[in-house]
T-cell receptor, first 114, second 113 residues
Framework: DAMVIQNPRYQVTQFGKPVTLSCSQT?????MYWYQQKSSQAPKLLFH???????NEADTPDNFQSRRPNTSFCFLDIRSPGLGDAAMYLC?????????????FGPGTRLTVL | AQSVTQLGSHVSVSEGALVLLRCNYS??????LFWYVQYPNQGLQLLLK??????LVKGINGFEAEFKKSETSFHLTKPSAHMSDAAEYFC???????????FGTGTRLTIIP
């Protein structure tokens, strides 16, 4: 089945220790998104790629970076995680950037910062 | 800018009863509207979407929603609740020319046996 895969599902890191979260997709979609979802809150868009074109949200901290080496993979790098970065990180894809296009979500990676 | 408001962060209904989850949107241009469901420790799954075709939209798992422009609403309903419907539900909006989905704060649905 075509899907969005996130690894790992659970990640524990230490305060200030860089961490990378991974997302891959078999849908061959052009757009990939990263969301941050804190407990009992709505998902918050961090950034997205349309093909290789990177689009950062204005309020995304510089501590968060992303890479998309090819169509299938996208990475979220947190350079120096703080306690406030503990959250569920959701990857999503859509076929095209049109606003009517459904976004397909992965299962998420829950990040714990010690 | 577009936004959505979900009234009621927690809703409890008895098994077999009507489910009604409320969503109101704000947009200066015709919106596209979505309902997503999230089970514990899972990603979001699309229930249904409104893209300016029929105003009554049917989705998966017996859910439907009606777009009412005059009320700026897109409430989610299901005639008979099932235990498996217990989850978090998010309403979301996007507008033409903008890939961004703006989510509401979510409604946690509890089903009482």
């Amino acid at each position: 089945d075509a899907m969005v895969i996130q690894n790992p599902r659970y990640q524990v890191t230490q305060f200030g220790k860089p961490v990378t979260l991974s997302c891959s997709q078999t849908l061959n979609h052009n757009v990939m998104y990263w969301y941050q979802q804190k407990s009992s809150q709505a998902p918050k868009l961090l950034f997205h790629y349309y093909d290789k074109d990177f689009n950062n949200e204005a309020d995304t901290p510089d501590n968060f970076q992303s890479r998309r080496p090819n169509t299938s993979f996208c990475f979220l790098d947190i350079r120096s995680p703080g306690l406030g970065d503990a959250a569920m990180y959701l990857c999503a894809t859509s076929r095209d950037p049109g606003s009517y296009n459904e976004q397909f979500f992965g299962p998420g990676t829950r990040l714990t910062v010690l | 800018a577009q936004s959505v408001t979900q009234l009621g962060s927690h809703v409890s209904v008895s098994e077999g009863a009507l489910v009604l989850l409320r969503c109101n949107y704000s947009s200066s241009v015709p919106p596209y509207l979505f309902w997503y469901v999230q089970y514990p420790n899972q990603g979001l799954q699309l229930l249904l979407k409104y893209t300016s075709a029929a105003t009554l939209v049917k989705g998966i798992n017996g859910f439907e929603a009606e777009f009412k422009k005059s009320e700026t609403s897109f409430h989610l309903t299901k005639p008979s609740a099932h235990m498996s419907d217990a989850a978090e539900y998010f309403c979301a909006v996007s507008v033409g020319g903008n890939e961004k989905l703006t989510f509401g704060t979510g409604t946690r649905l509890t089903i009482i046996p």
